[in-house]
């Protein structure tokens, strides 16, 4: 069974920086793409940054010059580097991962989620 577990929220004044990171572990025989959500209270779910297996990197425009992503492959483990935060970053970031597993090709896996809280 696959699990995705994050780490590295919590509360950091505007301007401030976090690191957020999500290893996934289980019976994987590869990963497709991995990346990162986000949900305000109140607002839907949306893309923060994504990463593929063959290295190409999306990035929601709010973040763009802000946030990085890696991966390191050995691992299992996918990073979002959050700089010169602002208060509208505030929201529960999930980790998701596309992976081929013994249960299928392509599944898409979350974790539970991580709250960032960026204060004025």
């Known amino acids: 069974q696959v699990q995705l577990v994050e780490s590295g929220g919590g509360l950091v004044q505007a301007g401030g920086s976090l690191r957020l990171s999500c290893v996934a572990s289980?019976?994987?025989?590869?990963?497709?793409?991995m990346g990162w959500y986000r949900q305000a209270s109140g607002q839907q779910r949306e893309l923060v940054a994504l990463i593929t297996s063959g290295g190409s990197m999306n990035f929601a425009d709010s973040v763009k010059g802000r946030f990085t992503i890696s991966i390191d492959n050995a691992k299992n483990t996918v990073y979002l580097q959050m700089n010169s935060l602002k208060p509208e970053d505030t929201a529960v970031y999930y980790c998701?991962?596309?992976?081929?597993?013994?249960?299928?090709?392509?599944?898409?896996?979350w974790g539970k989620g991580t709250l960032v809280t960026v204060s004025s």
């Open positions: 289980g019976s994987i025989f590869s990963r497709n793409a």
């Open positions: 998701n991962a596309n992976l081929d597993t013994p249960s299928g090709y392509g599944i898409n896996y």
